[in-house]
């Protein structure tokens, strides 16, 4: 099982819309890399939340209900025959009880360092969605209470 980070605005969509309004389909993903990543989710992932704009941290857990399908609002397929549009079904977990801040992982040499290696969010700030490395995941687990 992956884990994932999928950032989101929290002024429109935080992480407590999602646990308010059950499952959610996460769409709106553009970006190629991103979209690249959201067509190798897998049902039973689980994906941090991370909200942008003022707070920057990862605030909470959701799980993936179904692998990625079309966009009910840009259908179609790549010549791969993969959604071209890729949207996955969410359900919110749990909040984090310590949310984890872009700058306390960018302090943090666990991140940093060569066990973080590979890690998007400190290096793609514009990338939506991106695996999180299992080293890295761990730490993210413990500092945020979502072990």
């Given amino acids: 099982m992956a884990a994932w980070l999928f950032k989101t605005e929290p002024d429109e ?4 819309d999602l646990q308010r309004g059950g499952p959610s389909l996460w769409d709106g993903v553009s970006n190629p890399a991103a979209l690249g990543h959201l067509r190798r989710v897998r049902r039973n992932d689980e994906v941090f939340i991370y909200h942008t ?6 605030v909470g857990l959701a799980r993936v209900i ?24 969410l359900r919110a977990l749990r909040a984090a ?16 360092g060569p066990e973080g290696a590979g890690f998007d969010l400190l290096r793609s700030t514009r990338l939506s969605v991106m695996p999180v490395p299992p080293k890295v995941e761990g730490v993210i687990r413990s500092l945020t209470g979502l072990d």
């Fill in 53 to 58: 704009g003022g707070e920057r941290s990862i």
């Fill in 97 to 112: 009880r310590t949310p984890l801040s872009l700058a306390a992982m960018k302090a943090d040499a666990r991140f940093t």
């Fill in 13 to 16: 969509f935080s992480f407590a």
């Fill in 66 to 89: 179904a692998g990625p399908g079309e966009d009910p609002r840009r259908p179609g397929l790549t010549p791969a025959g993969e959604p071209k549009f890729a949207v996955v079904p």
